[in-house]
Structure formats: structure tokens, C-alpha cells
């Protein structure tokens, strides 16, 4: 489409930085280039990719690790849903967007305390910090 090619042409003319967030609208008729990755390298350059590609990155880790709980495999696929919509429909202000992968990533924080939680129901969880030992003071 249009507006791919115009936002890669965007990015060409400034790739470190880009154009600067919303500089898309500014310098084209569209509002946005219905990309994701497209509009993040024309409006932020390498800089703003790389830090959206180790989002992205971080955010398939965590859903990873927390693949074998019913929550985490919802999450992956509300993750890919909205991950795929956006490189077709979305923005790069999309609020849903980022709040799910705000919960890939600290979705292993979170099945890590609940499986702390049931896993010493009746027992003591064993010491954790240093200096928490059977000698320290209780």
C-alpha cells in the first residue's frame, strides 16, 4: 500500500532518529501507515525499532515462560491477535496494544508468585535473600 511506502521512504530519509513521534501524520495525508513496525522505524528510526523489537522480545519471553498455565496461553493469543492486527490496522498509540504486552511481561512475575502461593500452603517457603537462613534471626 500507499502508506508503506511512503512510511519505509520516511525512514530512509531519517534512520536513526525518524521523523519524530506523530511526524507521519505531520508529513503525509494519512494518519498513520496502518503498521506497526513501519510506523515505529518512520517516526523513531533504528533507535525506536530496535527498542520496540526488544519489547516485542521480552514480551514472547515472558509469554514463553508461562505457556503451561490456562492464563498464560490466553495471553499468548490475545498477544498475537492484537500483535497481527497491528501490522495491518493499528498505531503505535493503540492503548490496548501495549497494555497486553505490558502483561506478557510481567506475566512470569505474576505466575511466579501464585505458584510461590500454592505451592507452600502449610510450609515455609525456603529463604530466598541472602542473609535468610535458618541462622538469622526470625
Known sequence: PEAWNQAFNMFTDNPIVGSGLGGFSELNTL?????????TASETGITGLLALLTVLTLAAIGVF??????EGRFLAAVSAIWLTNSMVSLDI???LLWICL??????PTLVSDRRK???????EPPPTAIGDTDMAPR
Open 31 to 39: 494518519n498513520y501507515p496502518h503498521n506497526l513496525i513501519l510506523e
Open 65 to 70: 515462560r508461562v505457556r503451561r498455565w490456562q
Open 93 to 95: 498509540r493503540n492503548r
Open 102 to 107: 505490558t502483561l506478557c511481561l510481567i506475566a
Open 117 to 123: 502461593s500454592v505451592a507452600y500452603i502449610g510450609q
